[in-house]
């Protein structure tokens, strides 16, 4: 069973950085994809960037390509989001997920998160 435990939101100032951690409890999320996705209050949850099991896939939305990156710790159990020169537009909840598939799409990610609240301020 994968449980999957997200970390490190908080408030920061725009051109800020803060970096998201998600663990898996469960110890056994090593063999799935993880991905993380990221909604806004009234808008849909949106792909952001997801790493392959193997750690050598990776793969980011336009809108955060550059500024964001994804990897994978196999000894921890836990996969992270470095995020770089933060914008007010990436204000969101974020969320990981494990899946065996590997894609942007949310519904072939298998497990959640309960999300971490970012907020960039202006």
């Known amino acids: 069973q994968v449980r999957l435990v997200e970390s490190g939101g908080g408030l920061v100032q725009a051109g800020g950085s803060l970096r998201l951690s998600c663990a898996d409890s469960?110890?056994?999320?090593?063999?799935?994809?993880m991905g993380w996705f990221r909604q806004a209050p009234g808008k849909e949850r949106e792909f952001v960037a997801f790493?392959?099991?193997?750690?050598?896939?990776?793969r980011y939305a336009d809108s955060v390509k550059g500024r964001f990156t994804i990897s994978r710790v196999y000894a921890k159990n836990a996969v992270y989001l470095q995020m770089n020169s933060l914008k007010p537009e990436d204000t969101a909840v974020y969320y990981c997920?494990?899946?065996?598939?590997?894609?942007?799409?949310?519904?072939?990610?298998?497990?959640w998160g309960q999300g971490t609240q970012v907020t960039v301020s202006s």
């Open positions: 790493v392959s099991w193997s750690g050598t896939i990776t």
């Open positions: 997920g494990a899946s065996r598939v590997i894609d942007t799409v949310e519904s072939v990610y298998e497990f």
């Open positions: 469960g110890r056994t999320f090593n063999n799935y994809h």
